[in-house]
């Protein structure tokens, strides 16, 4: 059964770190989608610290590996986006919106969401590892 993975900022932090468990699910995955708000979480991140430029050249490279592509949000996502919305909201159990961005481009693109942050529990719909 083929593995796609959307990975989060985090995630993407401990693959670069070297972090075994990154790295098992990167090296296993099929196709990795970053979503286009993860990128931006990234490169703010790189801009504020001190080594912007090798973190870009970083991701620049990841970014080149032939099963790795960015997903961008379109029409159809901004649905899934109000279906998570609502939902939370009505259970009470805001996220911050850049993960509701990140939800609903993973469950769109019938990915599995690799991240750390235990919030995207309770998003319905959300296959996480």
Not at 14 to 36: L, T
Not at 91 to 111: E, S, V
């Amino acid at each position: 059964m083929a593995l796609g993975v959307a990975i989060d900022t985090n995630r993407y932090v401990d693959f670069c770190r070297n972090e075994p468990a990154a790295v098992n699910v990167i090296a296993k995955a099929d196709r990795i989608a970053i979503p286009f708000v993860v990128l931006g979480e990234l490169r703010g991140g790189f801009r504020r610290g001190t080594r912007g430029q090798p973190n870009e050249q970083a991701l620049s490279r990841f970014l080149q590996r032939s099963h790795v592509d960015v997903v961008y949000a379109d029409e159809a996502t901004t649905h899934f986006y109000a279906m998570i919305f609502a939902d939370l909201q009505e259970a009470g159990t805001p996220i911050p919106t850049n993960d509701i961005w990140i939800a609903a481009l993973t469950i769109q693109h019938d990915l599995v969401l690799f991240t750390r942050d235990k919030h995207f529990e309770c998003v319905p719909r959300l296959a996480r590892l």
